[in-house]
């Protein structure tokens, strides 16, 4: 009982350093209220700006796709214990995040700037963008995804459950609702700089990567049902555009 009460103080805690990385990067991307920014702090020169950017985002990146996979969770639920996985998962990956909004670089060389009604609608696709992403959590499932359940369960002496497979709303326009919701969010603005651009181009390429490395996971757990899925649905691009 008092480590399942330990792991549910564990698995809020981390859920509230995603929370507040999670608000703040939207806040960063945007370059609303923060005082630090993608395009505001302290510059370096352009190679070393560049080389700290890119190790940021890669070591992100490289958490999060090793970490997600299903083997590495069985051998690290022999270190872990399993109700916690989840919300490690998100802990480090939260503090990955934090080290990136601490340690960008701006680079402040504009690339486009647009204004009045393009800016206006630009900003509207930024936040529609995290709306979607938002959206998506809570329609597979918003406290599996952050760890929580996965607690709370260990505290009521729940049986850990299997993920179900579930095609809800978004998930019927396009396979990966929540990647699509980060790349409008990421792209979308009136303002480009090459740090933004930086950001936009290696986390699309971190996406196009994940999506494929999660799909093949989604294929060994749920087989034929998840092949006829993606027969079905476009990945990312909703309608006839959308590649199958
Ligand atoms: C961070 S979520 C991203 C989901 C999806 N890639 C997206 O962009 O909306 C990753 C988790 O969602 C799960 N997942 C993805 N599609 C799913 C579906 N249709 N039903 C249930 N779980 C799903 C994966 O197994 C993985 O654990």
């Not at 809570?138 to 599996?144: M, W």
């Not at 936009?200 to 994940?210: F, H, K």
């Not at 494929?212 to 476009?234: C, H, I, K, N």
């Amino acid at each position: 009982m008092i480590g399942s009460v330990a792991a549910l103080i564990y698995g809020i805690a981390s859920y509230f350093v995603f929370f507040v990385s999670f608000v703040y990067t939207v806040a960063f991307i945007g370059n609303y209220w923060v005082p630090k920014s993608i395009d505001v702090g302290s510059e370096s020169g352009l190679m070393p700006s560049i080389l700290i950017n890119v190790a940021l985002l890669g070591a992100f990146a490289i958490q999060h796709s090793v970490m997600a996979r299903p083997a590495f969770k069985r051998r690290w639920t022999t270190i872990v214990p399993a109700p916690c996985e989840r919300s490690t998962y998100v802990l480090i990956s939260s503090l990955l995040l934090i080290l990136i909004l601490w340690q960008w670089r701006p680079i402040t060389t504009t690339i486009w700037r647009v204004e009045g009604v393009p800016a206006a609608i630009l900003s509207v696709i930024f936040w529609i963008g995290w709306l979607i992403a938002l959206a998506s959590t809570y329609s597979i499932d918003h406290f599996e995804l952050f760890g929580l359940r996965q607690v709370f369960d260990a505290v009521r002496g729940a049986a850990a459950r299997m993920t179900a497979f579930k095609t809800p709303l978004l998930y019927r326009l396009v396979r990966h609702p929540l990647m699509l919701g980060f790349l409008l969010a990421f792209w979308a603005t009136p303002h480009m700089t090459a740090g933004h651009l930086l950001f936009a181009v290696m986390m699309t390429g971190y996406i196009l990567i994940g999506v494929q490395l999660e799909e093949r996971d989604l294929v060994a757990q749920f087989g034929a049902t998840y092949e006829q899925y993606r027969r079905r649905v476009p990945m990312l691009m909703p309608g006839r555009l959308g590649a199958k």
